[in-house]
């Protein structure tokens, strides 16, 4: 016999935080806000209810959270070197083997920063907010 414990409402609600947080802070470094817009259309990264069944472990949902976070982080670094290819394929291909719609290669982003001039996007978080 083998026990397994069920993923949890925190996990799942930090799965869709980090996803956010790729929409907001990561997407809008590379890409247009047309892309994202598609994205959202296409529901990239998007979790349903179908997923956190799916994904419905304790150790099943880690995976999804640690490969989300290690392509985060690779995002975020100031340069995006080829070091780093090899790491950020395999965690999209984990998401990919956890049925989320991930549908970007390493290379898509290192052109797509090179090509971005702008950082103003409606999908970014306010640097500051009015307070009345």
Known sequence: ???V?????SQEEEIVDLVKYI???????????????Q????KVLQPTDQHFKEFG???DAFQVMASIQ?????????????????????NAANLREFGLFFPFEYDQFTT???????????YSKADNELLI
């Not at 414990?5 to 409402?9: I, K, Q, R, Y």
């Not at 797509?112 to 409606?122: D, E, Q, R």
């Open 112 to 122: 797509a920063k090179n090509m971005k001039h702008t950082m103003l996007s409606m």
């Open 57 to 59: 472990t304790l150790k």
């Open 1 to 3: 016999m083998k026990i």
């Open 5 to 9: 414990f069920a993923s949890t409402p």
């Open 23 to 37: 929409y907001e802070n990561i997407f809008p470094q590379y890409f247009s806000d047309e892309e994202i817009e």
């Open 70 to 90: 290690t392509l985060i982080s690779i995002l975020e670094s100031s340069q995006l070197d080829e070091q780093y290819a090899e790491l950020f394929n395999r």
């Open 39 to 42: 994205f959202e259309q296409l």
